[in-house]
């Protein structure tokens, strides 16, 4: 059974381009929720998708936007990179949308602009 | 204003001993808290979680304390192993999950 994956693992962009990260959850999966984790910190959350909405969001502007498609699987999307969004993007799943539900990450995507 | 705070950026311990883990919250409407492991080019792995409405949970090694009053959150990991070296991330949720910026757990043998 094949856990969370993303794709790519590493990407290299300049400032002002736009940038397609994808995330396939793990099997019986429904939630996908995005965080970025900058050098030396921990995740910090942009959004989840439920139902193919978004349906939390943190405190990320709007250049940050995702989807979520019918089986589930997501993409984030970043306009305008800057080079403060150099990150770490991380994609965890989950079964339900709900109170406790237990998030299962990937290995993440790292993103460098230059 | 960071809302959860681990204010050791690294802990070592020697294997076979209490590694104690500590985490601080200053939300009062976090109501479930979580602790998650990661190792280098993977992504956190859960660990443990506990609920708001009780002060302790135990899995195998590893149990959390949570103190609300004190907005205080602890991992307890006994007997400590090498393969526990890692950097441990505690998270608190009110709805959405807010990370802490991790402690570097090295165990030696």
């Known amino acids: 059974d094949a856990g969370v994956t993303q794709s790519p693992t590493h990407l290299i962009k300049t400032r002002g381009q736009q940038v397609t990260l994808r995330c396939s959850p793990k099997?019986?999966?429904?939630?996908v929720s995005w965080y970025q984790q900058a050098l030396g910190q921990g995740p910090q959350f942009i959004f989840q998708?439920?139902?193919?909405?978004?349906?939390q969001r943190g405190n990320f502007p709007d250049r940050f936007s995702g989807h979520q498609f019918p089986n589930y699987s997501s993409e984030l999307n970043v306009n305008a990179l800057l080079l403060g969004d150099s990150a770490l993007y991380l994609c965890?799943?989950?079964?339900?949308?709900?109170?406790?539900?237990?998030?299962?990450f990937g290995p993440g995507t790292r993103l460098l602009v230059l | 204003d960071q809302q959860v705070k681990q204010n050791s950026p690294s802990l070592s311990v020697q294997e076979g001993r209490i590694s104690i883990l500590n985490c601080d919250y200053t939300?009062?409407?976090?109501?479930?808290f979580l602790w998650y492991k990661k190792y280098p080019a993977e992504g956190p792995t859960f660990l443990i979680s506990?609920?708001?409405?009780?002060d302790k949970n135990e899995d195998g090694r590893f149990t959390v304390f949570l103190n609300k009053s004190a907005k205080h959150l602890s991992l307890h990991i006994v007997p400590s192993q090498p393969g526990d070296s890692a950097v441990y991330f505690c998270?608190?949720?009110?709805?959405?999950?807010?990370f802490g910026d991790g402690t570097t757990l090295t165990v030696k043998p």
């Open positions: 965890a799943s989950s079964e339900t949308f709900g109170f406790q539900e237990t998030q299962y």
């Open positions: 099997s019986g999966h429904d939630t």
């Open positions: 998708y439920y139902e193919e909405e978004e349906r």
């Open positions: 939300n009062s409407m976090f109501d479930y």
């Open positions: 506990i609920s708001s409405i009780k």
């Open positions: 998270a608190a949720k009110a709805g959405k999950s807010t």
